[in-house]
């Protein structure tokens, strides 16, 4: 399975390919009259809402566009804006936070008096915070209760593996394995509360390696949930081998179709709100020169406490505060042309 960026980064100005539905992802719902108005002010554009992120592109040109994760999102607000479609008007404020830096976006529904767009992307992204057990991995929560696991909504259980040791440390642990069509849990027989839940999103092998106490079933989670190895013992050795062959099948399943847990029905759509979502033009070449002029938009400089020391600036001839690592003098001036 591919790499999964889609609720984890924001991208700018991204090629049509990036804007395809991965596997797994779903349309929630498609607004075709929203201002993007921090970034492209007076141009409509139309937002589409899934269960990973937030799309926005311009209708006239589709190579400007936005790429949110829901997973790099910090605060959602409504706030007043100035619009050069609608004045003064309510606007969605979505504030966000990806690789240290903070990220601004502002939206404007054109349809006057419609919720639509305030409600859909607070509920989706409620409904994404709320069901991380499908996609990041979790020590010691509150996945057992009365020796049986807690089901997530869309879960399953496959099979229940009893005498399975956890060899994280040098006795082991005695615990039993849940095997389900999103995850593998392992808990600790003695006490529930020592337990790990490892969803198949972040598995990146699962095989049987020779070990200091023996054959052992070891997964190796990804990078972006820690790059864990964790070993397990199981006896007699036929039944490890079937095991880590159920693991595999399951897994393969579950990367075809991946399962991301977030559940949204959208309500009755206003008269005159269309759902239909456009095909973006495949035939648009992005051009990328490693620039930061399109993100320069939606910079929030939030964190900020103090001015950055001054420097002298030859092109201007003249002392200005430093500017913060990636921008460029030029940069800033196209984004205000």
Known sequence: MADLWEDRDVRFDVNPSQMKMRAGEKLIDSLNAVEDTKGNNGDRGRLIVTNLRIIWHSMALPKVNLSIGFNNVINISSKAAQSKLRGTTEALYVLTKC??????????????????????????HRAYETSKLYRDLK?????????????????????????????????????????????????ANINESFNVSIPFLQMKTVKIRDSKFGLALVVESSQASGGYVLGFRIDPVEKLQGTVKEIQSLHRVYSSCPIFGVEFETEERLQGEDLTVENIQDDVEIETDGSSDAFAAYFADGNKDKDRDPVYSEELGLAIEKLRDGFTLQGLWDVLA
Not at 101 to 117: A, D, H, Q, V
Not at 153 to 172: R, T
Request: glycine share 6%; proline share 4%.
């Open 99 to 124: 690789n240290n830096t903070r990220f601004e976006f502002i939206f404007t529904n054109l349809i006057p008096g419609s919720p639509r767009l305030f409600t859909t992307v607070i509920a989706v």
């Open 139 to 187: 020590l010691r929560g509150a996945l057992i209760q009365n020796k049986q696991l807690r089901l997530l909504p869309q879960e399953q259980v496959y099979d229940k593996v009893n005498g399975v040791w956890n060899l994280s440390s040098d006795q082991g642990n005695l615990g039993t394995f849940f095997i389900t069509n999103v995850r593998l849990v392992w808990h």
